[in-house]
């Protein structure tokens, strides 16, 4: 069993430091945070064998248990800063967004929409959202709290809806060309006004066209450095788009504020087997400098495989 878990630790360390971005590694890249469990119980496996008394191969098994722990310090490194609090010291005023993929309107919008009022969430980006969702929003009162908006929702059972609702003003808003949309909108105005990039690129089941529209959400990003990038991004912060997005200055909502292991997807039994628990975070709210994250946390929503994600931000200047 230490061998197989040195095995899976080992691949997935080693698609991690070779940026894997084609065929299946793709979709092993989002396992590497669990390369962390696995190092640890091939450990004390190894350490119980060591301990044994009469054990032969006691050195090699050292040598083993020692590697072991080099791969789990560097995983360590990797996933440690999710567990401290670095945002920097802001005292300008607070804005709360909260992304969820409502699943091409299989999820709970009404509920969606409960949750987003519940945690007194200010910009609301709805990804895979319907005509049918927006329907039951607004019979719930979703003009009254959130009466801005910018998108376009879409009929149930496609997956290229995506709407910014909000309850500040909204500025004119430009299509970013990914085949699911995304949005570049300015939120309100004067001092307090952001810039929000909503995006949902393509899912990594086709490599290239995952590849390309990160590229383009990476170019828009450089050349219209947004305030925030929020949405679902179909990929984790160890996927190499991910790493050269924040690259680009910057930080996710979940490190910074030290919000630890918060995985998105798959939710409510509708990934690849329907025992498997999220156990991926690809749905992110990304902040540059001018915003710092407070605390973030995981929304459960019924009907859909993504958690919500709720940010709290406070302006830094």
């Not at 949309?181 to 939120?187: R, T």
């Not at 050349?223 to 930080?251: I, W």
Request: aromatic share 6%.
């Amino acid at each position: 069993m230490a061998t197989v878990l040195t095995l899976v630790a080992g691949t997935l360390t080693a698609v991690r430091i070779a940026g894997s971005e084609d065929g299946p590694w793709v979709q092993a890249v989002a396992l590497v945070p669990w390369a962390i469990p696995a190092c640890a119980a091939a450990l004390g496996l190894l350490l119980l064998a060591i301990a044994l008394p009469g054990r032969r191969h006691v050195r090699s098994l050292s040598f083993w248990a020692a590697a072991v722990v080099g791969v789990l310090a560097l995983h360590l490194v990797w996933w440690g800063p999710m567990l401290v609090d670095d945002a920097p010291e802001a005292d300008g005023s607070g804005l709360s967004v909260m992304t969820v993929n409502l699943f091409q309107g299989e999820g709970d919008s009404v509920q969606a929409f409960a949750a987003a009022r519940a945690h007194d969430v200010d910009v609301l980006v709805l990804e895979e959202v319907t005509v049918g969702d927006v329907v039951r929003m607004d019979l719930d009162g979703l003009a009254d709290t959130y009466p801005y908006s910018i998108g376009t929702a879409r009929p149930d059972g496609l997956t290229d809806g995506t709407v910014v609702f909000s309850r500040i003003p909204l500025g004119p808003a430009t299509r970013v060309p990914t085949i699911m949309q995304s949005w570049l909108v300015d939120v309100g105005t004067g001092d307090d006004a952001v810039t929000l990039l909503a995006v949902h690129p393509a899912a990594p089941v086709d490599p290239p066209t995952w590849r390309r529209e990160h590229a383009l959400i990476r170019a828009v990003v450089a050349d219209r450095h947004p305030d925030l990038v929020v949405g679902d991004f179909n990929a984790t912060l160890d996927h190499l788009p991910m790493r050269r997005l924040l690259a680009l200055g910057y930080a996710d909502a979940t490190e910074q504020s030290g919000g630890g292991w918060q995985p998105t997807w798959p939710s409510n039994g509708l990934g690849p087997a329907s025992w498997l628990p999220p156990f991926a975070q690809i749905d992110h709210v990304l902040v540059a400098s001018s915003l710092a994250a407070r605390h973030t946390q995981a929304v459960e929503i019924t009907g859909t495989d993504h958690r919500g994600l709720v940010a709290y931000l406070t302006h830094t200047s």
